[in-house]
């Protein structure tokens, strides 16, 4: 069966970084874009970041450009986010997703001080 499972969350101080992983299974990974959501207390679930098959595309929401960094390993069959010069707001939980149909568990992200 499909499964996506993230890890990498922690409690980090701003400005700091992250790089956060899911691992696929039960899937073709390298035939499906991927995203990686987040979702704050109190707030809709956002899209954060995209990847195309082969990671020569991808997309980010604007309040993240050019301070995370979304990738692939086809091989490993895992996508990546690294996060850095975290703020405050980044804070959250931090979902992968498989367009349209399946989700991670979730890695909390907490930006404190």
């Known amino acids: 069966q499909v499964q996506l499972v993230e890890s990498g969350g922690a409690l980090v101080q701003p400005g700091g970084s992250l790089r956060l992983s899911c691992r696929a299974s039960?899937?073709?990974?390298?035939?499906?874009?991927m995203n990686w959501y987040r979702q704050a207390p109190g707030k809709e679930r956002e899209l954060v970041a995209s990847?195309?098959?082969?990671?020569?595309?991808?997309n980010y929401e604007d309040s993240v450009k050019d301070r995370f960094t979304i990738s692939r390993d086809n091989v490993k069959n895992t996508v990546y986010l690294q996060m850095n010069d975290l703020r405050p707001e980044d804070t959250g939980v931090y979902y992968c997703?498989?367009?349209?149909?399946?989700w991670g568990q979730g890695t909390q992200v907490t930006v404190s001080s």
């Open positions: 997703n498989r367009p349209r149909d399946y």
């Open positions: 039960g899937f073709t990974f390298s035939d499906y874009y």
């Open positions: 990847i195309s098959f082969t990671g020569r595309d991808t």
